[in-house]
C-alpha cells in the first residue's frame, strides 16, 4: 500500500482541506444571503451565530474524514508521538509565536483577542472563537497533508512546504473575500511561519495545533 502513495494523494488532502474552509464562502455569500435576504455584513446577532454554527459543523465533518482517510487509506497516522524537543526548537517556537502577536498587535492597533471582545460582545466574542478553533484544524490539515506531498516528491524534510503553500492559498483567499491585497500578503507571511512552526514542534500535531492557534487567534 505505501508503494502505491504518491505525492499527489497527499497534496490532494490538503487541497481538500482548502476546498473545505472555502464552504464557509458558499454559505457567506450565496446560500445564507439568498435565505436571509440580507448581506452577510447586515446579518443580526442570531444569523452570525448560526452562520458561523453551521461553518464549524461542516470543517468538523471536512477535518474527521481528510484526517480518517489519511489514516485508513494511506496509513499516514497524524496523531503519531514525535521526537523530543531541543532547547533550540523551543526558543525557535516561541520567537515565532512572538513574531505573529507582535504583527497581529499592530495590525489590529492592539490584542486580538481583546478588541475582538470590544467589538462584538461576550456571546458573539464565544462563538467567534470557537470558529477559530475549528478554522485552525483545517489551515493545521493543508500544512500537514502539503509538507508531506512535497517531502514524498523531493526527500527533503527541513524546507517548510506546507507552511508555503498555506499561505499561498491562505493569502489569496483572504484578499479575495477582504478586497485587501495586503491583508492578503500578511496571510502568505503568517502561513510560512505556521509551516516552519510545525516543523519545530516535530510534526507534532497536538503541540502544532496549540502553538497554531495561538499565533492566529490570539
Known amino acids: ?101 507582535i504583527a497581529s498587535y499592530i495590525d489590529w492597533k492592539g490584542f486580538k483577542v481583546i478588541r475582538e471582545f470590544q467589538s462584538k460582545g461576550l456571546l458573539l466574542f464565544v462563538f467567534q472563537y470557537i470558529y477559530y478553533a475549528f478554522e485552525t484544524v483545517l489551515f493545521m490539515l493543508i500544512i500537514i497533508f502539503t509538507q508531506k506531498a512535497f517531502e514524498v516528491w523531493y526527500k527533503r524534510k527541513n524546507i517548510p512546504y506546507g ?7 491562505w493569502g489569496f483567499a483572504h484578499a479575495f473575500t477582504k478586497g485587501s491585497i495586503w491583508i492578503g500578503l500578511e496571510g502568505i507571511v503568517l502561513g510560512f511561519l505556521l509551516g516552519v512552526t510545525y516543523l519545530l514542534v516535530n510534526r507534532d500535531i497536538k503541540k502544532t495545533y496549540i502553538v497554531l492557534f495561538i499565533m492566529f487567534a490570539l
Request: hydrophobic letters at 50%; one cysteine or more; aromatic letters at 16%.
Open 163 to 169: 507552511g508555503i503553500i498555506c499561505g499561498i492559498t
Open 1 to 101: 500500500m505505501d508503494n502505491k502513495v504518491t505525492g499527489w494523494d497527499y497534496f490532494s488532502l490538503g487541497m481538500l482541506a482548502f476546498a473545505g474552509l472555502g464552504l464557509e464562502a458558499l454559505y457567506a455569500y450565496v446560500l445564507e444571503p439568498m435565505i436571509y435576504g440580507v448581506t452577510m455584513q447586515d446579518w443580526n446577532t442570531s444569523q452570525t451565530i448560526i452562520h458561523w454554527i453551521i461553518t464549524c459543523i461542516s470543517w468538523g465533518i471536512v477535518s474527521y474524514l481528510l484526517i480518517l482517510a489519511s489514516k485508513k487509506k494511506y496509513q499516514f497516522n497524524l496523531f503519531e508521538t514525535s521526537d523530543k524537543m531541543t532547547k533550540w526548537q523551543w526558543a525557535s517556537v516561541i520567537f515565532c509565536v512572538v513574531i505573529a502577536l
